[in-house]
């Protein structure tokens, strides 16, 4: 139930310290059993809490968060959420993805700050247009919105790019979702936690988990910092420290971590109406609700776990947006970060049992975690509850490696995201 408070209200908890607050989820002892535990409180490991709740009626779950709710990747990331994928496997996941987050705010009741502006996608050359041609081809034979624009098209849309002549990557036009755009990564992490302790699960923040209790080659519970937890099944979303908590369970997955660096300008006046991407440049922008320019750009492909990023990896990132936008050479930076993401050998997720019986995975997303985060916890929350994967998760089961059945979306998920 939404409550609404008068604007008297609001100004007497601005001047009281806003102590009269309800608070939006509980914060409840560790229990000794539970039905299933989901290690991570990010915005995978909330949403598969919230819909083994909702969809299967399973509530005596707990997600086991080390440090804070979003505090990792899901509070990391540039909110770029989208569906321009290759293969036929991909464009289902982050279809279904994007079709849910259309309606997460009205499910949650929580304002997510869901902004479809459009993503654009930059060609530079004749040979990049041709294969751009190839993607608008592929999404649109997937069932996924896409247009190919012409340099013209592009200036119409984004008068503000560098058009110049003498431009190191002239721009000859390119892809075009219309119902990408952005969202509020801390809304949609609190509006699943709000939503999912509603329904009854225990969501346990600054609690470590620190090795599994293995028995009869089975997982049958964590330890953690406050105490042992027993459970039928463990789900570990982990994100970018997914191969340390694998380690722990006793197998080795197909994961490196490397930094996702990102950075926001001083606030300005709304100039950039959508999300731009150039793979020429290696950098991505859009522009925040408060006026923020949010940029971002490739991965540092040296493994590291430092969220702080590096300088030489910026300067690279700050060199393709000044290309892209000469006029924002006087922008001051205001602050910078980096995510720890777990990519995988052909850049797509990992969802499914573990090598350790009765622990499940849902890993490896790699820059695309935060846009996958509906369809990854309504499909791992499937997994979890009924031991099957649902045929959209099917195919990025672990086998895949083995069967050498990959799908390989390096080029779908190496810049944007």
């Known amino acids: ?52 709740a909702k969809h299967h009626n399973i509530r005596n779950v707990a997600i086991i968060e080390k440090g804070w709710l979003g505090g990792g990747n899901t509070g ?50 004749e040979a990049e247009m041709e294969m751009s041609a190839r993607i608008v081809n592929a999404m649109q034979i997937n069932g ?13 849309i984004l008068p503000i790019l560098n058009f110049s002549e003498g431009a190191r990557y002239p721009v000859f036009g390119g892809v075009w979702q219309g119902r990408a755009g952005t969202a ?3 809304a949609v992490a609190w509006g699943y936690a709000r939503a999912a302790d509603r329904l009854g699960v225990d969501i346990i923040q600054t609690c470590d988990v620190e090795e599994f209790i293995i028995e009869d080659g089975r997982c049958r519970g964590v330890r953690t910092s406050r105490g042992d937890v027993r459970t039928d099944r463990v789900g570990m979303a982990v994100a970018g420290h997914s191969s340390h908590m694998a380690q722990r369970a006793g197998f080795r997955l197909p994961i490196t971590s490397y930094a996702l660096q990102a950075c926001v300008s001083e606030p300005v006046k709304p100039v950039l109406d959508n999300v731009v991407l150039s793979p020429g440049t290696g950098t991505y922008a859009s522009q925040s609700d408060k006026g923020e320019m949010v940029i971002g750009g490739g991965l540092d492909r040296v493994p590291s776990y430092g969220q702080r990023g590096n300088l030489p990896v910026l300067e690279h990132v700050i060199s393709g947006l000044l290309e892209m936008f000469p006029s924002f050479r006087q922008l001051r930076l205001m602050r910078q ?26 890993c490896g997303w790699g820059t695309g975690g935060f846009k996958g985060i509906p369809a990854g916890g309504l499909l791992f929350a499937h ?35």
């Open 184 to 186: 509020r990564h801390d």
């Open 76 to 125: 990391r990331n540039t909110t770029v959420i989208r569906s321009n994928y290759f293969f036929p496997e991909s464009a289902a996941l982050y279809e279904m993805s994007l079709g849910m987050y259309e309606t997460l705010g009205r499910e949650l009741n929580y304002n997510i700050m869901l902004s479809q502006r459009g993503l654009l996608s930059l060609a530079h050359s």
């Open 383 to 417: 997994l979890l509850a009924t031991g099957k994967h649902h045929d959209i998760s099917r195919p990025f089961d672990l086998s895949r490696f083995a069967r050498g059945r990959l799908i390989d979306e390096a080029a779908g998920s190496g810049i944007a995201h």
């Open 1 to 52: 139930m939404t409550r609404n408070y008068s604007a008297l209200t609001l100004f007497k908890e601005g001047l009281n310290g806003q102590m009269g607050w309800q608070k939006a989820w509980r914060s409840p002892a560790i229990k000794p059993r539970y039905d299933i535990v989901i290690i991570g409180g990010g915005g995978h490991g909330l949403a598969t809490g919230y819909y083994l």
């Open 144 to 156: 996924t919105d896409a247009d190919l624009l012409d340099k013209a098209a592009v200036r119409e």
């Open 337 to 362: 970060w980096a995510g720890i993401v777990d990519v995988t050998p052909d850049s797509s997720p990992i969802i499914g049992e573990s090598p350790l019986s009765n622990l499940f995975i849902d």
